[in-house]
């Protein structure tokens, strides 16, 4: 990935765009899920480590997402929260400019709860709770490891965060994920960890 410190003779070499990095990023997550079987792409996030899972009350509500193809699967994730006896609530859309809230989520093995929304994307339909969730699962193109995050661009986690502080949140992601550093605007907002396949980053 991009090193930040790089430097050609005594020129230090910019920050790519978070466009630029999307672009990039993107295409490494598409060519290393490629490579992934695709009954081990759910097998590598079975559950939450150990560290993070001490940081999550028995009351909690759990905020997922209902990962695409590409992303960080959050099914055993799911599954797991349900069987322990939290509360589940996803990300829905009343429209494409509609701004982000979460919904109870009740059946994350069938999906019956769901609908697909404005973005393509499968939601709690109109008439589920809505909720707020205490620790927040979040999806990214891209990551550092003391937890800066590159989204998808549309700024839906940061606006929701702002308004309400105080949240858990945790990315998920693939090793590939990971970059030396991310260019930052005032609105950004870190994530407390990141769990990869491999470990957790973040000053969790």
Known sequence: MFDPHATNGSRTLALPTKS???????????EHVAQLPEAMRGLVFRHPPGPVLEKIGPDAVIGLYHAGPLEAPTTSYAGYFLEGGHREALPRFAS??????????????????????????????PAAELAIPDVLFVPLIGFTPNGDRLGQGGGHYDRWLAE?????????????????????????????AVITPTRIYGPF
């Open 96 to 125: 494409r400019q509609a701004p982000m809230e979460f919904a109870m989520h009740s059946d994350p093995f069938g999906e019956s709860d769901l609908e697909v929304g404005p973005f393509g994307m499968l939601q709690p339909s």
């Open 20 to 30: 630029e990095l999307r672009k990039q990023l993107r295409a490494k997550r598409r």
């Open 164 to 192: 309400h502080p105080g949240r858990i949140t945790i990315g998920l992601a693939w090793d590939v994920q990971l970059c030396d550093a991310l260019p930052s605007e005032p609105h950004d907002i870190g994530l407390d």
